[in-house]
T-cell receptor
Framework: EDQVTQSPEALRLQEGESSSLNCSYTVSGLRGLFWYRQDPGKGPEFLFTLYSAGEEKEKERLKATLTKKESFLHITAPKPEDSATYLC?????????????FGKGTTLSVSS | SAVISQKPSRDICQRGTSLTIQCQVDSQVTMMFWYRQQPGQSLTLIATANQGSEATYESGFVIDKFPISRPNLTFSTLTVSNMSPEDSSIYLCSGETGASYNEQFFGPGTRLTVL
């Protein structure tokens, strides 16, 4: 069964304090791993898609990396506006076809 | 990427009633999906809305409870039927185009409370 586990559930950082969020996954053939940002009361906002182990993508203070079993979202020198819930999802070559399997998310709070 | 709007943004309903949620995309999309996000839980796919044909439902979700329509490439509706308090959740519509394959973008969600 395809599964996604994110850790930690919540993370509090001071402004400028870099850290990483983890996404561990089990999938029968990875078609893609996705990172989303979700602000309270809003739908998820697409950040990155990663396809194969060793791949990295960056956007401003965020950098996503992928191995065969997990992905990390590195946040460098975060600012208060980076506070949000970050969701990880996978899509595999399973009978579910186009379904995205989501983790529960990591809620990041950055204080000034 | 396209922009998705949903109506209503929130509603409070009585048990036993039904609510229809509308999803409108500002451009044509290949795929449309409906998700549920319960408090403290991950997003769960309810079904894939197929244009001009019956939706494809995930395990645990049935057409009688969650009928879905998709009359064209930019619009879909999800009905939550015979509601109970357990249906209280956020319902999200998403879309995906062939040009942005694997980039699924989401609407703002509909927050449903069933009393």
């Amino acid at each position: 069964e395809d599964q996604v586990t994110q850790s930690p559930e919540a993370l509090r950082l001071q402004e400028g304090e870099s850290s990483s969020l983890n996404c561990s996954y089990t999938v029968s053939g990875l078609r893609g791993l996705f990172w989303y940002r979700q602000d309270p009361g809003k739908g998820p906002e697409f950040l990155f898609t990663l396809y194969s182990a060793g791949e990295e993508k960056e956007k401003e203070r965020l950098k996503a990396t992928l191995t065969k079993k997990e992905s990390f979202l590195h946040i460098t020198a975060p600012k208060p506006e980076d506070s949000a819930t970050y969701l990880c999802a996978v899509r595999g070559y399973s009978q579910a076809g186009t379904a995205l399997i989501f983790g529960k998310g990591t809620t990041l709070s950055v204080s000034s | 990427s396209a922009v998705i709007s949903q109506k209503p943004s929130r509603d409070i309903c009585q048990r036993g009633t039904s609510l229809t949620i509308q999803c409108q995309v500002d451009s044509q999309v290949t795929m449309m999906f409906w998700y549920r996000q319960q408090p403290g839980q991950s997003l769960t796919l309810i079904a894939t809305a197929n244009q001009g044909s019956e939706a494809t439902y995930e395990s645990g979700f049935v057409i009688d409870k969650f009928p879905i329509s998709r009359p064209n490439l930019t619009f879909s509706t999800l009905t939550v039927s015979n509601m109970s308090p357990e249906d209280s959740s956020i319902y999200l519509c998403s879309g995906e185009t062939g040009a942005s394959y694997n980039e699924q973008f989401f609407g703002p969600g509909t927050r449903l409370t069933v009393l």
